[in-house]
């Protein structure tokens, strides 16, 4: 199996401070993971810098998509503290989606991966959905081409979404359409915050 990745949008929303939002995931939701799971192997949360939501995003590189179906990962979410199964159904938004790691531009010398002494200071995600007939590696070749000449690029991966769920109460009694999300999932990174053109 390939390399995995999860994405983890989220959104306190009216009914969760943001006081307990932070405390919740810091002190209890990533140590679970990345303090007890060998398979976690970096680990990075960003707020958005500009005013759209899910206003909260956590990237984790996984070293084997079949860590999404081991007992050791999966008993995490099926025996929830009595405090984080409270919180995690009052949030606004909770989508979260397991992915297979498909390609990546390359680390860079001004900025590295999540877990280096240099991470990346920002971020850029955007979901692709390929037109009739289009290869992701065609539109992954264009796009880097493109992105060679933007100011503060840094890198760009590309992920398959394998599985994904949504839950909260933006979500709530809303149809399977709104479970739906895009096959393919784009990550880049930058160095400085300017706006950026999603190709």
């Known amino acids: 199996m390939g390399l995995g990745f999860l994405v983890v949008f989220s959104e306190p929303g009216s009914q969760v401070s943001l006081e307990e939002f932070q405390d919740w995931y810091n002190n209890e939701h990533v140590p679970l993971r990345m303090n007890h799971l060998s398979s976690f192997l970096t680990g990075a949360r960003f707020s958005a810098a500009d005013s759209l939501k899910p206003s909260w995003l956590a990237l984790y590189d996984i070293d084997d998509t079949s860590t999404f179906q081991h007992e050791s990962y999966t008993r ?52 692709v959905d390929l037109p009739g007939g289009q290869k992701i590696d065609d539109w992954i070749e ?34 399977s359409e709104e479970q739906s999300v895009s096959k393919y999932l784009v990550l880049h990174g930058k160095r400085v915050l300017c706006h950026v053109c999603i190709l």
């Open 142 to 175: 264009s796009t880097l081409q493109q992105l060679r000449s933007v100011k503060g690029w840094v890198r760009t991966r590309t992920f398959e979404c394998i599985d994904n769920l949504k839950t909260g109460a933006a979500v709530a009694g809303k149809g």
């Open 76 to 127: 995490l979410r099926a025996n929830r503290s009595p405090r984080e199964g409270d919180l995690v159904i009052r949030l606004e938004v909770l989508d979260r989606r397991t992915c297979e790691a498909l390609t990546d531009s390359g680390e860079s010398m001004i900025t590295s991966s999540l877990a280096s002494s240099n991470p990346t200071q920002f971020v850029v995600t955007h979901d």
